[in-house]
């Protein structure tokens, strides 16, 4: 199965801003989705979640989406 692990800064739209994950896979409609206060906790809540689907969390690459963190320095 294709899982995607993505941890972003969210800087503008609806809901929470700030840290986020996401993990996700198309081939069993699956998304799981949440909001933290750090990137250290939206990788260790992604991880989390990838495990309580059963997935192996280091056998899955995680991607660091930062645009926008600059404007929180």
């Keep these: 199965m294709a899982w995607h692990v993505i941890v972003f800064w969210k800087s503008f739209g609806t809901g929470p801003l700030g840290w986020h994950w996401r993990i996700a896979n198309a081939e069993v409609g699956l998304e ?31 991607e660091v989406w930062d645009e926008g963190v600059w404007e929180k320095c």
Excluded at 33 to 56: F, I
């Design 32 to 62: 799981e989705e949440g909001s933290v206060d750090s990137v250290e906790q939206a990788m260790e809540a992604a991880r989390g979640a990838l495990g309580r689907h059963g997935v192996d969390p280091k056998a899955v690459r995680v």
